[in-house]
């Protein structure tokens, strides 16, 4: 039996005014996925446990059924591992992004522009970290380049500071109100408004405005953490695991688990992807010794982020086309058993542009049992089967069939 989870980042979403009150889920043309729920199984399952924030970091460890309530140790942390830093146990990380913000002279006027300084390129982003990292870097803290926006930031015998702010769930907004305030945080704040000064008048940032593009001006800090411990996947559920992403918050989980990470020529993280390029590194990692792979696209979740309708629906449509149907041609002519689960981490609805705690719709395919599904695979329909899993442990035993 091969199992194949195909995660779309936020995909979920709530009926939107300017959608005629429906969903992207609803409006996608999604043929091969709505065929697949009228003989799958098709519910809700609360991957966010109680108490705990809607992040992509909680939610898919939940989906690949590790139990954050036992296991999460903040977001950076685990896109430390995929960048390759070995962290001590006294280390404390927090994600680095760079960030667009306004152009206010005091740095405590200024509001959240743009949480991904425009989708920055890596190449850039590297030069402005490794500058940063020159001016910044001590004894105590040392900056690490990721992905696009997506950095590191390493403090030696580090303190959780505990008050920091996703910069995605502020867009738009005045920061002042969303500073730190504690004292490890108020260190941090002073390295973010270092961080304006020295970006503010960098040559790839006038480059990028001289583009049209946002400028990348300044550092901000969230997701801290400590090092992570996770059972290895093989141990866990006896099989042997990979995953595919683009960013390092899901390579990094891939790494901690000793699953094998799978890299993809031309996979950014958002609709540009090359989603037929993971469909076809999952099955080339099915044929070669993975029993199981788990196929994550952050595309809706990016267009979530920036309330971008037509995109998110185009990236569902994508998904359909050139994920799920080649995933599920490529296995059926191999005459082997298999299962496909298709289901978002968490919602990312259009009209909030940030994550919500919401149940998200899930659908299980398995090749040798057809059971009366739902009549597509939107949010509606999953609620209307009754069908509701109280954790993302419980949905990858029973999509195990443990």
Known sequence: MKYVVLLGDGMAD??????GEKTPLELAHKPNIDALAQI???????TIPE????????ANLSVLGYDPLECYTGRSPLEAASIGIDLSDTDVTARANLVTLSNEPNYLDKTMIDYSAGEISTAEAKELIEYLASKLNSSERKLYAGISYRHCLVLDKGVIAGDLTPPHDITGKPIKEYLPTSEAGLKLLELMIKSHELLSNHPVNQKRIERGLNPANSLWFWGEGTK???????????LNGGIISAVDLLKGIGKIANMRVIEVEGATGNYDTNFLGKATACLEALSSGCDF???HMEAPDECGHHGDAK??????????????KPIIDGLSRTGEDFAVLICPDHATPLCKMTHVSDPIPYLIYKSNTKVK???????KDAADTGIFVNTGVELMNKFLGK
Do not use: H
């Open 14 to 19: 709530y009926p939107n005014q300017s959608l």
């Open 40 to 46: 799958s199984e098709v519910g809700l399952c609360k």
């Open 51 to 58: 108490g705990m924030k809607p992040g992509s970091d909680v």
């Open 228 to 238: 992570p411990a996770l059972q290895d996947f093989k141990e866990r559920y006896g």
């Open 293 to 295: 792979v788990y196929v």
């Open 311 to 324: 995109n998110k629906i185009y990236s569902i449509e994508q998904i359909d086309e050139k994920v799920v």
């Open 373 to 379: 599904g739902a009549k597509a695979y939107t949010e």
